[in-house]
């Protein structure tokens, strides 16, 4: 028996081989349909990824906030490309201060990651200027700058694209405060470009006594405003701790309206966690190089977004136009037109022009009766003689503050709530407000509600959130609530404000940023 399956063997193995012989190759070549063993290759990470796995560090926060002027500076721009200088001007009575410079992320939870040693550097009382009697301008004239020049290596993280503050430090008072400016990096393509809202910043800002607002500025609003200038802090005794960071990481707003937390800053934390390619600008070069914007799959504008000029408006519209799509994580936005003048040294778009509700019997634009000039007047841009409402590019527009209350979701089938589990009416505590947006009925065809946010009982008391296609394919979404981003990072709790963070709220928001940059 074992000798005949031997023979068997012997005879059979020959022909198997004879077979099994060209499929062995054509695995081994991997052709046709074979199953393949391969290499794997580890994703190459995207610069975001990669800065933020550097070292990070506490530091940059300020422990003594100037409260009374001790020490406050600004910067000759709200932003600088990598390669290029940006000024620095600073005010105090001590002797010396120092001045470092740290670069805002996630950083393992740290926030932030030190450029800069510590440099001492003597200090100079400036000159204070008085408000303008007609325009309420207040410009500082400041001198002895310390000039920072960014380096531009091949490396996009040397000096990475992004938020930045130089922390000022009064050697004798002990005394602190911010110098905020963006680096930009104008020759990287990135899938998300985050415009920080320096123009909102600079109108609530009432340094030197006047900012666009009768509520901070004695004797009444200014008509102009000028980024030559540090930014002070509002009422509330906890927005000292972002003294010089206009409203990015605490806010001016008032007391009885809303935490003194800031919007931007929580955002920036979320999406640097998550690693996406991202890159920074404000909207001052928004209105200056349109042309940036299409170097990007999105733009991205957070928290309070509140004042644009014709030509920043005109720009996104024209990107969104390009398929780059528009992410407005934000409320109130494009609400009121302005404009730029220079400063007083003659450099572009060092001053905001805005005459509001004495556009009509002020504003020199309006009183030409130029039909090129009218179209800049410096209106709501919804009223006459402008006559864009903002819903029209956005998808919604401002409606109403003080809100505080719960984000409802509507149309919960798109790809808004994937892996949320939520249905129509499912809610987030907290999210809604402190100023929302609400549908007006000039929004695009085909824009589909994905919010609908009751806070109260009358028939106006509820927001929208909302997302529409393009027809060059760009996608445009806008949820509506100025403080969505305190559901995506706890950065201030619980001494600036209570927690709302939320998981949901956390994949939202990575299902609209995938799907805006055309990933799954």
Known sequence: MHIHRLFRAHRVLPRYLAIAAPMLALLASGCGNSVQVQKTTPPTQNPIQVENAKAGTADWQLTNPATDHEIEGFASQTSVDRGEAINFFVNTADPTFTLEIFRL??????????????????????????????????????????????PNSSDPTNWASGVYLAKLTATTSGKQSYIIFVVRDDARRSDFLFQSSFNTFQAYNNWGGKSLYDWNS?????????????????????????????????????????????????FLRFVEREGYD????????????????????AFLSVGHNEYWTWEQRAHVTAARDARVSLGFFSANTIYWQVRYEPGADGAPNRTIVCYKNRALTEDPFYLSGDPAQLQRVTVRWRDAPVNLPEDALVGVMYYTNPVHGDFIADSTSNFVYANTGFSSGSSIPGLLGYEVDQMFGHAPDGTVRVAHSVYGTGAQDFSDSTFYTASSGATVFAIGSMQWSYGLD????????????????????????????GKP
């Open 105 to 150: 992320g996630w950083y393992n939870g740290l926030g932030g990651r030190r450029l800069t040693t510590a440099v001492t550097l003597p200090g100079t009382a400036q000159p204070i200027p008085s408000p303008d009697p007609v325009t309420g301008l207040a410009e500082c004239q400041w001198t002895n700058p310390y000039v920072l020049t960014i």
């Open 218 to 266: 004695p004797g009444g609003a200014a008509v102009k405003v000028s980024f030559n200038r540090p930014y002070a802090f509002g009422d509330q005794p906890t927005s000292a701790s972002g003294v010089g960071a206009g409203e990015f990481l605490t806010n001016i707003q008032p007391a009885d309206q809303t935490y003194a937390s800031g919007w931007e800053y929580p």
């Open 278 to 297: 991202v890159t920074y600008s404000t909207d001052v070069d928004t209105h200056s190089s349109g042309d940036q914007l299409l170097n990007h799959k």
């Open 490 to 517: 706890d950065y201030g709790v619980p001494d600036v404000r209570p927690s709302f963070l939320s998981s949901t709220a956390q994949q939202i928001t990575r299902n609209v940023l995938n799907h805006l940059a």
